[in-house]
């Protein structure tokens, strides 16, 4: 998770995912990437990009990373509790966004994009797990 201090920017899209104009900035609140921007937010259609950029917290090696780093998401807000920013969300920011371009209304475009990074993730797993156990083998 981004620490305590870390930028959030919010800013409002368009329903084509064109920038609106409206942007909103904030810090996170703690050492688990929470954020709250404090106020009603004027949004076109709730259709967001959000960007936070710190330094994190390696869950790995159990300290704090060397470095900032920046991860971007795209969500819709209507009827969202929460907002998040981690890696999944940053790897299907892009997809997303081609998908939109290519016709797909934004809900069509986050399922594929989410179901696509799923099912890499599930052969990755299975990939690794195989070259595991052949390891073990040799």
């Known amino acids: 998770p981004f620490v ?3 930028e959030v920017t919010l800013t409002d899209l368009n329903k084509d995912l064109s920038q609106s104009g409206k942007s909103y900035t904030t810090n996170t609140t703690s050492d688990l990437g ?3 921007f404090g106020q009603t937010l004027d949004l076109s259609c ?3 990009e959000l960007k936070t950029s710190g330094y994190f ?3 790995c090696t159990g300290s704090l990373s060397n470095s900032q780093i920046t991860l971007k998401a795209i969500a819709n807000t209507d009827g ?3 907002l998040n920013v981690n890696l999944l969300t940053h790897l299907e920011y892009a997809r997303v966004k081609y998908l939109v371009k290519s016709r797909k209304s934004f809900k069509q475009a986050k399922e594929q994009a989410e179901s696509e990074i ?3 993730h ?3 797993l299975h ?3 195989c070259l595991e156990f052949e390891r073990t083998l040799l």
Request: glycine share 8%; charged share 15%; proline share 0%.
């Open 57 to 59: 917290y390696n869950e």
């Open 122 to 124: 599930r052969h990755f």
């Open 80 to 82: 969202a509790a929460n």
């Open 46 to 48: 709730g259709l967001v």
């Open 118 to 120: 799923s099912s890499f």
């Open 127 to 129: 990939l690794r797990i």
């Open 4 to 6: 305590q201090g870390s």
């Open 34 to 36: 929470s954020f709250d």
